[in-house]
């Protein structure tokens, strides 16, 4: 068995129009493309760094030659874990998630399948996608919110965060009352603000509300989910496989994203500790290309929502390969994660 060559480059992808959340909006989003080398079969990794996780491409280029020596077998995965976790314990799950997605993709097309049948999951359909309204104006959020549904997209996430986000469930309620709507203020909000919001989510008949409140304050959700209707979700909560059971009293589900937890087993494994907690799961995404969306698509489908629009938010996808019909994407059936580089 020939060694394995570990190598990368990064992109700058780019959305199609800016996107906004609470804390931020963006239009150029550097990515790192991570391929691993062994025996004449390549798999393929992306980093998605987010800076709320202490990543950025910088940080992403300065730590992959120290992690990448943790990869020295396609077929090892618990020896690649043990050694990105000796290297660096806690930080850069971006970085991880590259590198485990490159030898979790290795493997499969070593072995001539999807992922999903290397893992032996369950082949049944993925739920609906929705599709983010990211925050802006509120003419702005309307136009998109309106356009979505135009296109076919059944299910709205609608980014909030500010002092008027009781006017823009309103309006977007109002704007389409066809579609589903589920929320997410991105930590954002106060303990009162977030108890005023509860019966305006009520009555616009909101699906979710995602983080709701700051990260460490679990207590306050705790609170609020006594008196909420509306399931409660953790995103920003979540930084570890580890903190699933501390989440349980405080949340009704989680929001899965490989590039915070370090990878698609990474995330296999929350996904069944939410389970044992009776937690409902989300599996979500950063804003990054149909690579990244492929690898948590294989997971997909043992989940109760999905968010995996990042890649139809860009306006240079580098990979192609995903098929998607509105919010509704089909399972990857290509060997591998099941896409191809443009």
């Given at each position: ?297 294989h997971l997909a489908g043992l989940c109760d929502w999905a968010d995996l629009d990042g890649a139809l938010l860009l306006a240079d996808d580098p990979f192609t390969g995903l098929e998607w ?18």
């Amino acid at each position: 068995m020939d060694g394995v060559k570990v190598g990368w480059e990064t992109l700058d992808l780019h959305t199609a129009r800016p996107f906004g959340i609470a804390r931020w909006t963006h239009s150029t989003y550097p990515r790192t493309f991570v391929t691993c080398e062994q025996d004449g079969v390549t798999g393929r990794g992306e980093a998605a760094p987010n800076a709320f996780y202490g990543e950025t491409s910088g940080t992403v280029a300065a730590v992959l030659p120290l992690l990448a020596p943790a990869l020295t077998d396609g077929w090892d995965w618990d020896g690649l874990h043990e050694g990105l976790t000796a290297r660096m314990p806690y930080d850069h799950p971006s970085v991880k998630c590259a590198l485990e997605m490159a030898a979790v993709e290795w493997a499969a097309r070593a072995a001539g399948v999807p992922v999903w049948r290397l893992l032996g999951l369950s082949p049944r359909p993925l739920p609906e996608s929705s599709f983010t309204v990211s925050l802006g104006e509120l003419p702005d959020m309307r136009r998109q919110a309106r356009e979505a549904v135009e296109r076919g997209h059944g299910v709205l996430k609608v980014k909030l965060g500010t002092a008027r986000d009781e006017q823009i469930v309103e309006a977007l309620r109002e704007e389409v009352p066809e579609a589903a709507l589920r929320v997410d203020a991105n930590a954002a909000w106060t303990r009162p603000q977030a108890k005023r919001m509860l019966e305006v989510l009520d009555a616009a008949r909101v699906e979710l509300v995602e983080q709701p409140l700051a990260a460490g304050d679990l207590e306050g959700h705790a609170e609020l989910r006594r008196l909420a209707r509306v399931p409660l979700v953790a995103d920003e909560s979540l930084h570890h496989v580890a903190d699933v059971p501390a989440l349980a009293a405080a949340f009704d589900g989680v929001n899965l994203k490989l590039a915070k937890l370090g990878g698609p087993l990474q995330a296999l494994r929350a996904l069944r500790l939410a389970r044992a907690h009776r937690m409902g799961v989300m599996i979500g995404c950063m804003i990054e290309s149909s690579l990244g969306i492929a690898a948590a698509a294989h997971l997909a489908g043992l989940c109760d929502w999905a968010d995996l629009d990042g890649a139809l938010l860009l306006a240079d996808d580098p990979f192609t390969g995903l098929e998607w019909t509105a919010g509704r994407l089909e399972r990857p059936t290509g060997i591998g994660w099941g896409v191809e580089r443009r």
